[in-house]
Structure formats: structure tokens, C-alpha cells
């Protein structure tokens, strides 16, 4: 799981960052609904000052990390169904604190940087309600800001990005960074060991395959995890088997999802060999989950297409 926020000065291009994470299929959390949500709730006009008044009385009364703490349930949902999750709107150093807390190594800032005046044109352009007048309340915006410690934040953040060009460098740049975080496979391994099986040779079969699989066992059932494919992949061109495993992918695809049942007894020998899923002597149920990237893209990169058993074009993943 990783959890990436965007800080920056209003009308950097949070919002903008945000929609490019929504477009790529990342869910956004996003930090000003729970303001205006109050705004709301208290039966008060969206402004921009009603907002500024609530957001201001909700960290006097609730702590500096008060909005923080309220999306925290929101970021757990979002991340219960999407390994990597995306907060708009960080405003200080108490919620950075807030959320390292809370996640960890997990969770990942950064900063969006761009000129006041170059902000000042987005605000003419997007007409929002709650939006500043003048360049002027832009600046008295953004002191409102800092001193809720959003220079700390920004201190602290571990990329920036600078929103100084056009909109199509600025997505660009957005895009490349997320995928970074979201481009990756998820791989589940389970399967049963019996009673005439040794335990031993059952995870010695699983890290021949996925050497970094980190493996559970719970009574009679083994659980597995692992991120690296790179042994999988060699050993699929080195045996020249890419046409069948690729069918085997393709043929129990579900969304973005597939799964696969390999053979454990040639597994032993660092061997792939495919399996039915009702085989004696469970095989291994191999699941891939991709994030971030065309499932069709991952099917490349692991079992491209062959022309006399070697494969016609190898792609990055």
C-alpha cells in the first residue's frame, strides 16, 4: 500500500495532479471535501471565507491534525480496494506528522510548486464558488495557509514537482511520478501441503519461483506474497514455454486479476510446469493482481508473443 499526498500552495495544480491519479484508476482522497462538507452540514453558503472560518475553528478546537484524522477512515476504505491511494490537500506539518503515523514508510509527499501569478491565471479560468477575487486575496489565501505550518510540509516533502508550463507538461509530469508508486504486481501464492508432503520442500518450491516470497503457514495451508517476477520471467524463456504460460494468463483472466496452478514437485527443481487446479498433491494457486498499468501490458512483459520460440519484441514493465 502507498499513500501519496500533494501539498502545495492554493491553485498550484493539486486538484489538476488529483485528477490525473482519478484518470489512471487511483482513488483520491481529498482533504477539502471534509471542510466543505461542514460548510454544508452547518447550513452556511460555500465561500471561500466560510470554508477558511471552518477549516481555521476544526484545528483550534480538534487539534491541528483535525482534518487529517477525519480522512483517515476515507484513506483506509480507498486503500482496502486499491494498493495505491492518492490525498489532495495537505495544509500542514501536523497532518504530514499525522499520516506518517499512521502509515509509515507508506506514505509518500509531494510538493506542487508554481508562481502566484501563474496561480492567479488558473483562478480566472476555473470560476469556482469558493474561489479568491483578486490576487490579493490570493496572497492573504496563501499566509492563511502557511500559518497552518504548510512551509513546514513543504520542507519535508519528498518530491516536488513545478507546475511552471503548460498543462499537458504538468500532467506529464504527474503521471510519470505516480507510476513510479503504482506500476507494480501483486502475486499471491497458496496452496495445500499434506501429510506425506515435507513442509520444507513445499517453501523451498515457492521461493525456487518467487525467491522474496514472504510465506506463512497456517496448519495445513501455505501463504504466500511476492512483488518479484524477475526468476518467474527467466525461467519461462530459459524452458521456452511463453506461448503456453501466455494462454494460461489469458485463460483465467478476471479483470484486472489471473490465476495460474503450477506444479509443485518441478517447482523443486526450479522448473515451471503447468497444472490442473484439482491436481494430487495441491498445486501451487498462483495469483497475479496488476496496479497501475493495461493488464494486457503485464502479459506482454512477462509472455510476449514468439516466432520460433524466442520472443518477436521484449517491453519494460
Excluded at 24 to 34: A, T
Excluded at 171 to 190: G, S, T, W
Aim: net charge neutral; charged share 35%.
Amino acid at each position: 500500500m502507498k499513500i501519496i499526498a500533494f501539498v502545495g500552495l492554493p491553485l498550484s495544480g493539486k486538484s489538476t495532479a488529483a485528477k490525473v491519479a482519478e484518470e489512471m484508476g487511483i482513488p483520491v482522497v481529498v482533504m477539502g471535501d471534509v471542510i466543505r462538507e461542514e460548510v454544508r452540514r452547518r447550513s452556511l453558503e460555500l465561500t471561500d471565507e466560510n470554508a477558511g472560518k471552518i477549516a481555521s475553528e476544526l484545528r483550534r478546537k480538534e487539534g491541528m491534525d483535525a482534518i487529517a484524522k477525519r480522512c483517515i477512515p476515507r484513506i483506509r476504505d480507498a486503500a482496502s480496494k486499491s494498493r495505491i491511494v492518492v490525498v489532495d490537500g495537505i495544509r500542514g506539518i501536523a497532518e504530514v506528522e499525522c499520516f506518517r503515523r499512521e502509515f509509515g514508510d507508506d506514505f509518500i509527499l509531494i510538493h506542487i510548486d508554481s508562481p502566484i501569478e501563474l496561480r492567479f491565471e488558473r483562478v480566472l479560468k476555473r470560476k469556482r464558488k469558493d474561489d479568491v477575487a483578486s490576487i490579493e486575496d490570493l496572497k492573504q489565501r496563501d499566509e492563511r495557509e502557511l500559518s497552518w505550518s504548510m512551509g513546514e510540509a513543504i520542507k519535508v516533502a519528498d518530491f516536488t514537482i513545478e507546475n511552471i508550463s503548460d498543462l499537458k507538461d504538468f500532467v506529464e509530469k504527474v503521471r510519470d511520478i505516480l507510476q513510479r508508486f503504482a506500476k507494480q504486481v501483486e502475486v499471491e501464492i497458496e496452496t495445500l501441503i499434506h501429510p506425506t508432503e515435507d513442509k520444507g520442500r513445499v517453501v523451498k518450491a515457492v521461493k525456487n519461483l518467487f525467491p522474496d516470497a514472504d510465506i506463512k503457514i497456517e496448519g495445513e495451508k501455505l501463504y504466500a506474497a511476492s512483488q518479484n517476477l524477475s526468476k518467474l520471467r527467466e525461467l519461462l524463456r530459459r524452458q521456452r514455454i511463453l506461448d503456453t504460460a501466455r494462454a494460461e494468463l489469458l485463460k483465467n483472466r478476471v479483470g484486472n486479476e489471473t490465476t495460474v496452478y503450477l506444479n509443485k514437485q518441478t517447482a523443486l527443481i526450479s522448473r515451471i510446469n503447468f497444472a490442473d487446479e484439482d491436481v494430487i498433491l495441491s498445486p501451487l494457486r498462483v495469483t497475479f493482481r496488476v496496479h497501475g498499468i493495461p493488464f494486457e501490458h503485464f502479459v506482454d512483459w512477462l509472455t510476449p508473443e514468439t516466432r520460433d520460440g524466442k520472443p518477436m519484441r521484449e517491453i519494460e514493465l
